[in-house]
């Protein structure tokens, strides 16, 4: 079998175990079985195991990213250089949630194996997504554009709850299905999206009175305290 071929029905078979057993319960062994190639293949394009789902991960994250920076490149073109911060979040979240949800997407082994990514902390996992900083800072310079009055920490918090609340639907589809008993529909992807922008974009904008609010209870409490004087 050529190199490139060996490659390629390794990284299948793995997709497609981890997908359907998930990261914990899948040897190498698993996986040379159902490549058809011996360990040494394996050892030779991969190195280790961990290696082996690094590269998985990287060859969907590259995607999603790719398509979250195409939308925000969109959403600024169109805003002339400011999107508007709806358009940002949207481009943030939207790519993760229509790969992974959705009666389309669902069946796929490669949304499967995301969902369990999401799902299951494992090491080289939680090591490729702590390096993700670089691509997530663009996103909070555009709504850093879009919200120049926004505390710095806000902002972050901000970008946090929209990835947090996307990766939690993901995560927890059959709980919120159950929970809700089938009122939420999960179905509906585009609409699910728009939940989540609309919740993140309020508390964004809504951070930008914090600060008066507060100086006016400071403000309550200076005089109080002259009063007592």
């Known amino acids: 079998m050529p190199s490139d071929q060996t490659r390629a029905s390794i990284l299948d078979a793995a997709e497609r175990l981890y997908a359907e057993r998930g990261f914990g319960e899948v040897t190498l062994r698993d996986i040379v079985a159902a490549a058809g190639v011996n360990l040494a293949a ?38 002339n250089g400011r999107a508007d911060v709806k358009a940002i979040l949207r481009a943030l979240v939207g790519p993760t949630l229509r790969g992974c949800l959705g009666p389309d997407n669902q069946q796929s082994t490669a949304a499967h194996f995301m969902i369990r990514a999401s799902i299951e902390s494992v090491p080289p996992i939680r090591r490729i997504k702590n390096r993700e900083i670089d691509h997530l800072r663009k996103f909070a310079a555009a709504i850093r554009r879009a919200l120049p009055d926004c ?15 996307a990766h939690q639907t993901i995560r927890d589809t059959e709980r919120l299905t159950k ?51």
């Open 42 to 79: 394996v050892n030779y394009h991969f190195g280790s195991k961990d290696e082996l789902i690094a590269e998985l991960f990287v060859t969907r994250g590259v995607a999603t990213n790719r398509a979250r920076l195409t939308e925000l490149k969109e959403a600024e073109t169109a805003g």
């Open 151 to 165: 505390d710095d920490a806000d902002l972050y918090w901000g970008l946090h709850f929209a990835l947090a609340m």
């Open 179 to 229: 929970l809700s008993e089938g009122k939420c529909d999960l179905d509906n992807v585009e609409a699910l999206i728009e939940r989540i922008v609309d919740a993140c974009a309020m508390m964004l904008t809504a951070a930008n009175r914090t600060p008066a609010r507060t100086e006016t209870a400071s403000s309550t409490i200076r005089r109080a305290e002259k009063l007592k004087n």
